[in-house]
Structure formats: C-alpha cells, structure tokens
C-alpha cells in the first residue's frame, strides 16, 4: 500500500525531531565539557582571573619605605629607655626635620646618647630626612671617645655601664677599630679615665691639630690634652694627627712647663694624678 502524503511528512517530521534532539544534546554535552576544562584550567594556576589571590604576585612589589621600616621614636629618645638586654637590635624610625641632642662616644655610644643624632653622626641618617636605623645594645666600656662627623660633634665619657651600636654591613670592624683606638679631639684630655695606674689606653687624634692646654713635661696632669701632650713628647705632629698610648700615672707634687715640638706647656703645683706617653 502506497504511503500516503500525510503520513510520509509525519514520519520525515518526526526524522527531523529526533536529529534536532541529537544536536542539541550534543551542544549541550560540548558546553559541559568546555565550561569543566576552563575550571580545570583555573585550579591548576594555567591562568589568572580579576579575582585570582595570586594576582598580587604577578608584578614586582615597591621597596619598603625606609619610614616604615620600624618603630617611629624621638629625637630625644635614648638606647636606655628601650630597656632592652645585651645583644638585643632595635630598628627605629626619626622622623624628618630633626633636631640635635647629647651624644657620648664614637661609633660606640652610651646607651642615653641620643638614637637618632648618632645615627647622624655615622652618617646613615639626616637631620632633614630623618630615615630607619638599627641598633645592638652592647656592655658598657671604660671609656667613650669623641669626633666631629656630618655636622655632629660628640662628647667623650669615662666608664659607663650600656653602650650600643649601628648594625651596617661593616659594624664589627667599626667596633674593632673604635676598641683598639678610641677617637679623641685635640682639646680631649684624660681625666674622664678611672684612675688606675699602670693602665694603658691608646688614642687617636684627628689630622690638622688645634692648640689646647698641657701641664708638665714628660709626665702630664690628667687634665691635659692628649693630642698636644703627644706632640710636646715628639710623638705625633700636629698636621697628622695619629696614635697615641698613654700610661695612668699617680699625681705628682709638681708639674714643671717647657716648650717643645711647637707646644708649650704649662707649670702646675701638685695634681692627684697624671700620664705619661708612650
């Protein structure tokens, strides 16, 4: 029996459906399958999104400001208010426009010496800009020395119990220097020192020497300055400056003046203590 026109369309409609319902189902198994290669994607870091954690990763971050690099302080502020152990560093922050305060020491300072004026001093920080600096509390020392550096002139101490120093990449042999020669100015005498006698401590005075006052000859009253004394003795020159090691004396009962080397010294009567150099 020939079909008729009615029932070959119905079955050609019904081809066409079941091919539509094939496609779709395709179109819809593909999409499931990108969208499941895209999370695939995303999990295993293959790319970022807007969203991604890792996006703070991907370009170079600043530098630390040097302003933030610590804990902000005054230019008052002192190593002793830290009330930290031997040993212990410290990174402070000055901040810009400072002012000076009181110093005692070279390279090693007393631990109520001024942070940040030191940290002038050295040269790693301005009075203008201020900046960070790192600190390590150390024992105290018999004596403090003395220098005039970036506009900073220090003052010269005898025993005190704390001191601290700047951590730069050459602190160790900055401390071993200011150990073996305690930096002086040519007015700087030695009656800061402990009185020991028999007691040896060797001094360095800058180049370019200024006149200050000697008592004596060949044995000087502990007042006297260091650098002249050593230049009256014949040990150093005033243009050059140098090393210096003095002797702790007992005090004599008279102190007799002369000139020599371009210095003159002074007569004293009795004085409780005295040095020689060396």
Not at 14 to 34: D, E, H, N, Q, T
Not at 165 to 180: I, L, S, Y
Not at 251 to 265: D, F, H, I, L, M
């Amino acid at each position: 029996m020939t079909p008729s026109y009615q029932s070959i369309f119905r079955i050609e409609r019904r081809s066409v459906g079941r091919w539509v319902v094939l496609l779709l189902a395709a179109i819809v198994l593909g999409s499931a399958g990108c969208s499941k290669l895209r999370n695939e994607n995303s999990a295993g870091g293959g790319g970022h999104t807007s969203t991604s954690p890792d996006n703070s990763n991907t370009s170079p971050s600043a530098p630390p400001s040097s302003a933030g690099a610590g804990t902000p302080t005054t230019w008052e502020a002192n190593a002793a208010s830290l009330n930290g152990k031997d040993g212990e560093t410290f990174t402070l922050v000055c901040a810009p426009g400072g002012a000076a305060h009181a110093v005692w020491g070279s390279d090693i300072y007393t631990a109520d010496s001024s942070i940040c004026t030191a940290g002038v001093h050295s040269g790693l920080i301005t009075y203008q800009q201020g900046g960070a600096v790192t600190i390590e509390l150390r024992p105290g020392r018999t004596i403090y020395g003395t220098s005039e550096r970036n506009g900073v002139t220090t003052s010269a101490f005898g025993s005190y119990q704390h001191s601290f120093v700047f951590k730069t990449p050459n602190t160790e042999a900055v401390v071993r220097a200011a150990d073996d020669q305690t930096p002086v100015l040519w007015n700087t005498s030695a009656s800061a020192l402990s009185v020991e006698t028999g007691k040896t401590y060797k001094f360095k005075c800058p180049p370019g020497g200024k006149e200050s006052s000697v008592w004596g000859t060949d044995i000087y009253t502990l007042d006297s300055s260091i650098c002249n004394a050593a230049v009256h003795a014949g040990k150093l020159s005033s243009e050059s400056g140098g090393l210096v090691t003095i002797e702790l004396r007992p005090g004599e009962p008279s102190y007799k003046g002369s000139a020599r080397n371009g210095v003159k010294s002074n007569d004293y009567g009795e004085y409780g203590s005295s040095f020689v150099v060396k």
